[in-house]
């Protein structure tokens, strides 16, 4: 079986990542038919970029105006009156049999084929498209991505532009040529994409020096010791992708300003006078004043960040947590619950799937091993370039976390996805690490211990996915999944 | 023998994969007993307390077995978030398979009565804390109805109910034995 080549089991496995992933991510995506969590901000904002009305926000626009475009695309609201969403930003009521179909659509298609994403990029990394398949298993089945990405919300999009910068990063690195101008322009697209979403995404700048490094090496081989040349050699990649960024991170403000012209019932947010009379005058379409929008919107943006409240664990109700509870899945959030006619509570319930976290943060502490043995014992590394790979993503994983610590504003659990995402990385390369001869040889013991481990990944995910779907709980099944205490599960009773 | 790293992993994941099969397996609670908790509009003296409902709930259970806490935590339901002023009533119907005198103990925080087929067995009027009152009845075969009423006051609670034919092994309320068999609901 293992003598086919990877061509053949490289879209073969993708194609299977891609079939369970429309069945976990994308079947009946539009139920419930209620709004949860941020939708009814997200929402009320896409409703008015379709509609052509200003507003201000606390996010960048392209994850917005993806959602809207789904609405756009499909209109399965035509002929209903929605008009309520101009003059509010949170919606409370829906217009009777309001469909989900158009709203959640983009959110929920990118994060369907951010599983096809990862599974490349695994494969890029570790160069075995058997335990990339298997790894990606833990995206299709956790039951916290599966939730918040079935949603019009943020992260569905912004996780596919990262790991779609990712899977490019780790394409090139693992070829180690040198550097076409169109892939630094690609990989800063989709940084600039994920930017123009949410700006958490800044992390993923941290790719920018290593891909540099791997061009110059392949272009100058050992070029520290002619910082000029290097210098000169990649000043036109570093033009090329700040203008790839620019410009789709400009685009998709250009698309907001030109898109919100009229005013709803004096509702200006945080709009200096001049431009107010921007607006008055039908002038927001000019690039001219592009400058203006856009200091205006910072403004915004800052002020609005400095009245979210912080995280108060003592405050009854709150369901913020610290980085580090993250890592174990501390603490889950219930968007939404009601009673049904059995007298069962259905929830969407944010949970995660605990072989896939607990897998994720165990690879991280056996990459700190790794990293700390080599540093500190001077354990030999055959593979260098996996080895090198490992502390970059370790560093990423950790400076995200870091940086969330310093962040002073109330933080969720799915703020932790983007490192979990780099942590199934993690864990595809330390496991090649561990048993780097035995996937080379085939060994049956190995390969059915992945076969175990990915059972378990499913079984845990089916036992959790009433959380994700909706499914009705009696008080005592749900107490059957209240696993860990700081989770802080609480049933409805 | 020397296990080899691949055979260590394989070893691993049959030991993890069995723990999370007992795990998420399905399991059905046997309804055997039906409990109607009331929580008290005010405080709760005693179990002639009259009642004065500010919210009921309807659970069937399978054994009577609340652990001592500061708050109601069901042996397989886990918290039922009750924690002052409630009263619970439990009924049951019970086949005697061998007839003989049977036992009942009621180990309760605070008070309870016990009766059945409508002849009281037992009671504890006021509060206390968690202390056993045995309640001693001749049965024939047959089906028979039981009965108790437990209220929890203020501060720790706990209430476990067990029977025993005389001579016999000892089975919590709600677990059928040899001796004598719960029928479910719904009848």
């Known amino acids: 079986m293992f003598s086919l080549s990877n061509r053949f089991w490289v879209p073969l496995y993708l194609s299977v990542t891609l079939l369970i992933g429309w069945f976990t991510y994308v079947r009946d995506y539009d139920q419930p038919p209620y709004l949860f969590w941020d939708e009814n901000y997200h929402i009320a904002s896409a409703q008015k970029y379709l509609d052509g009305i200003f507003f201000q926000e606390p996010h960048p626009p392209l994850g917005k105006l993806l959602i809207a475009l789904g609405e756009y695309l499909v209109q399965p609201n035509v002929g209903k009156d929605v008009t309520s969403f101009h003059s509010t930003d949170h919606i409370k009521t829906l217009p009777e049999k309001y469909s989900f179909k158009g709203m959640r659509l983009v959110p929920t298609v990118m994060a369907w084929l951010t599983g096809g994403l990862l599974f490349l990029a695994l494969y890029f990394a570790i160069q075995n498209p058997h335990l990339a398949f298997a790894v990606g298993f833990f995206y299709n089945f956790d039951t916290a991505l599966v939730l918040h990405s079935r949603s019009a919300m943020l992260e569905g999009s912004q996780l596919f532009f990262l790991i779609g910068s990712t899977a490019l990063f780790l394409y090139l690195y693992q070829r180690a040529r040198a550097v076409a101008w169109w892939h630094y322009l690609l990989f800063s697209l989709l940084v600039g994409a994920a930017l123009a979403v949410k700006v958490n995404s800044t992390i993923i700048f941290l790719l920018f020096p290593v891909l540099a490094f791997v061009d110059l090496r392949a272009r100058l081989g050992e070029f520290h010791h002619y910082p000029a040349t290097a210098l000169r050699t990649i000043l036109p990649s570093v033009l090329i992708s700040l203008v790839g960024m620019g410009a789709v991170f400009l685009s998709a403000w250009i698309i907001h300003f030109q898109l919100g012209t009229k005013v709803v019932q004096d509702r200006y947010y945080g709009a200096s006078p001049a431009y107010k009379e921007l607006l008055a005058k039908g002038e927001t379409k000019s690039y001219k004043n592009l400058p203006l929008m856009l200091e205006d919107s910072y403004k915004y943006f800052a002020n609005y960040q400095k009245g979210v409240p912080k995280l108060d664990v003592c405050k009854s109700g709150e369901n913020g947590s610290y980085p580090v509870g993250w890592t174990v899945g501390i603490k889950s959030i219930n968007y939404r619950w009601e009673k049904n006619k059995e007298g069962n509570v259905q929830y969407l319930y944010l949970q995660s799937n605990p072989i896939v976290w607990f897998s994720a943060l165990g690879a991280v502490i056996l990459g700190v091993v790794l990293v700390g043995s080599r540093l500190f014992f001077g354990l030999a590394v055959k593979d260098q370039r996996s080895f090198w790979l490992i502390v970059l993503l370790l560093i990423t994983y950790l400076g995200y976390l870091t940086t969330m610590m310093q962040v002073d504003r109330v933080m969720y659990l799915y703020h932790y996805f983007i490192p979990l995402l780099f942590a199934f990385i993690l864990f595809g390369l330390i496991f090649k690490q561990l048993f780097e001869r035995e996937l080379l040889e085939h060994n049956p013991w190995v390969y059915a211990g992945l076969v175990l481990l990915v059972g378990q990944v499913i079984a845990v995910f089916i036992f959790f996915s009433p959380f994700s779907y909706y499914n009705g709980l009696s008080t005592a099944d749900f107490w059957r999944r209240a696993w860990i205490s700081g989770w802080k599960l609480e049933p409805i009773l | ?187």
């Open chain 2, 1 to 187: 023998m020397r296990l080899s790293r691949g055979q260590i992993f394989f070893a691993a994941m049959c030991l993890s994969s069995i723990l999370v099969i007992n795990t998420v397996r399905p399991r059905q609670i046997a309804p055997n007993i039906k409990a109607v908790l009331t929580k008290q509009d005010g405080s709760i003296a005693n179990i002639d307390t009259p009642r004065k409902a500010s919210t009921t709930k309807n659970y069937l259970l399978d054994v009577v077995e609340f652990q001592n806490s500061n708050t109601l935590i069901h042996k397989t339901m886990g918290p039922l978030g009750f924690t002052n002023d409630f009263f619970i009533d439990f009924e049951a119907e019970l086949e005697v398979l061998e007839a003989g005198m049977y036992t009942f103990n009621v180990a309760s925080d605070d008070g309870f009565r016990l009766w059945v087929d409508d002849k009281q067995l037992a009671e504890w009027l006021g509060d206390r804390p968690v202390a056993t009152t045995p309640g001693k009845i001749a049965l024939d075969k047959g089906r028979h109805k039981l009965r108790l009423s437990y209220f929890q006051g203020y501060g720790n609670l706990g209430l476990k109910v067990t029977y025993n034919k005389e001579g016999s092994s000892s089975y919590r309320l709600g677990e059928s034995s040899a001796q004598l068999e719960f029928i479910p609901y719904p009848r």
